[in-house]
């Protein structure tokens, strides 16, 4: 990628959805008792024969509270709160297998939360067995776990190499001391490098790094460092997200000092070191915050047009109905979202119950499907062949989206789009603002019901 433009990146770097959906969570509605029966007849209409289904699993739990930190999660030391969280993650699984049909092939698996290895070892290995009694897993089953290099043992690698994980993903975020302690998160790198090399003893060989950009402390030689430190241990993967300010929605975030984040300029100069640095050293520029080695699957995905994009970022295998499992997990499934209740308490109650722990829930109309498809091919395929969806929805692309396109006039003035008669293309300088022109097509923008912050789109 050439020299970015910090003007221009100060031009559009401002608040919009991640679109890890569409549409977006602020969308969904609590459900009644009448929408979630609704929802279980449609997911039992679709299983009348085997479907793809990818598996999500939330571990809320947490030793320590990090600072910066927007997931769902509980803060506690208590171990043993895992057993009877996993009584409940098989009630679930069975109201949900019982929907299923039964030789529904599990292309995917993945763990996250929180931080699934929070479970002790032998937890694990009853989670990998309740899922491996319920559900067909098969040899290629790719099975990914997030782990936390500070709450992580050998053992803990010898139980989910057990279980069948082939992928982990390590929370890093930064490896210098002093932003660590600035955000609450002290992890000495040697720690890092152990569990690197457990996994790969554990035949765990495919791995990908979590950082983050524009914590408090950093600059960009110790932004420099980190990427450096990381990549002695070869990950196949690395995602390197910007660091979301977002104090209102996240109060945790409230104990970081303001004063010693980096300046905008001094955040977007380490957006513009990453790209370079990671992309010299073989490293392909994946979506918008994910890099990939050539060989890796997830650059494969991106040129056989099978990249996605979910609540857990950018992943393989598009087309899998997903359901999540846990208190506050998102499910998608054909034309539905829905997602679990995000307090425990209430999860618990209604699984005593027999009921699911559906708290929210959204049916797609097609305006919704016709508008989710467009986006995601900005963000994951860099582009909307309009004859291959004029032809898909029965629309002609350019009239049904002409206020759309005329919006887009700016973005290819800057040289970040180019449109053809029947062809948009995203150019490289473009990649960096995909929120923005997804935005253009997302009809919930600045509605009533709309009324979120959301973090800045660079």
Request: aromatic share 10%.
């Amino acid at each position: 990628m050439d020299n970015i433009d910090l003007n221009l990146i100060k031009k559009y770097n401002i608040q919009g959805p991640r679109y890890t959906s569409y549409p977006t969570a602020v969308q969904f509605g609590e459900a009644d008792d009448g929408e979630v029966e609704a929802l279980h007849r449609y997911l039992r209409d679709r299983n009348q024969r085997p479907r793809p289904v990818s598996l999500y699993f939330h571990i809320p739990f947490c030793f320590s509270l990090c600072w910066y930190c927007g997931c769902t999660k509980i803060i506690t030391k208590d171990q043993d709160r895992g057993d009877a969280y996993l009584d409940y993650l098989e009630k679930e699984m069975d109201l949900i297998a019982d929907m299923l049909y039964p030789d529904s092939p599990v292309t995917q698996i993945h763990f996250g939360g929180g931080t699934p290895t929070f479970l002790k070892p032998r937890q694990l290995r009853r989670l990998g067995a309740a899922i491996a009694s319920r559900f067909r897993l098969t040899p290629s089953t790719e099975f990914g776990v997030e782990i936390d290099p500070r709450r992580c043992t050998r053992d803990h690698i010898t139980a989910l190499s057990e279980i069948g994980c082939n992928r982990a993903s390590l929370g890093v975020q930064d490896t210098n001391p002093e932003v660590q302690e600035a955000i609450h998160r002290i992890q000495p790198f040697e720690q890092t490098r152990q569990v690197a090399h457990w996994l790969d003893e554990a035949g765990i060989n495919s791995v990908n790094f979590d950082l983050i950009y524009g914590l408090p402390r950093q600059t960009l030689h110790t932004f420099k460092q980190t990427m450096d430190d990381v990549l002695q241990l070869q990950p196949d993967r690395l995602a390197v997200y910007s660091y979301a300010h977002i104090p209102s929605v996240m109060p945790a975030q409230k104990l970081l000092k303001e004063e010693e984040m980096p300046s905008t300029d001094q955040k977007l100069g380490m957006l513009q070191q990453s790209i370079s640095y990671l992309t010299e050293r073989g490293y392909r520029f994946i979506g918008m915050d994910h890099f990939s080695r050539e060989d890796e699957e997830l650059s494969r995905a991106m040129d056989e047009n099978t990249l996605q994009r979910n609540f857990q970022g950018y992943s393989t295998h598009s087309g899998a109905d997903l359901y999540a499992f846990g208190m506050s997990g998102i499910s998608n499934v054909g034309r539905y979202y829905w997602q679990n209740t995000k307090e425990l308490g209430d999860y618990y109650r209604y699984l005593d119950a027999g009921d699911s722990p559906i708290f929210k829930t959204l049916a797609l109309k097609r305006e919704d499907l016709i508008r989710k498809d467009v986006i995601m091919n900005i963000m994951c395929r860099m582009g909307i062949d309009y004859n291959r969806m004029s032809k898909k929805w029965t629309i002609d692309f350019q009239d049904y989206f002409a206020s759309e396109r005329a919006q887009l006039l700016t973005f290819e003035e800057d040289g970040l789009i180019m449109e053809s008669a029947d062809r948009l293309q995203i150019t490289e300088k473009g990649r960096l603002f995909l929120r923005n022109i997804a935005m253009c097509f997302d009809q919930y923008l600045n509605t009533s019901s709309t009324k979120q912050q959301f973090s800045k789109t660079v």
